[in-house]
């Protein structure tokens, strides 16, 4: 897992939103691309497109998912 600002693939990032990180007035939001050429998953805030953001594996980030999703109530 690395952090990072800024990688060679960014522009051709397609960053996307879950329906479910919002806490309804749709400002709280994290928004995630997935790189293809590097196989990573990037995590952002939506309130700060360009600040930094969080790089995981494919891996990592399904480990991640599953595990919130037996969390959930």
Do not use: Q
Request: a positive charge; one cysteine or more; aromatic letters at 6%.
């Amino acid at each position: 897992m690395s952090r990072i600002t800024a990688t060679p693939d960014a522009p051709a990032l397609a960053w996307f939103k879950s329906s479910y990180s919002s806490s309804g007035d749709g400002n709280d939001c994290v928004e995630v691309a997935i790189a293809t050429a590097s196989a990573t998953v990037h995590v952002r805030d939506s309130k700060r497109p360009h600040g930094p953001r969080l790089a995981v594996t494919r891996t990592a980030w399904t480990g991640f998912v599953g595990a919130a999703v037996d969390l959930a109530p």
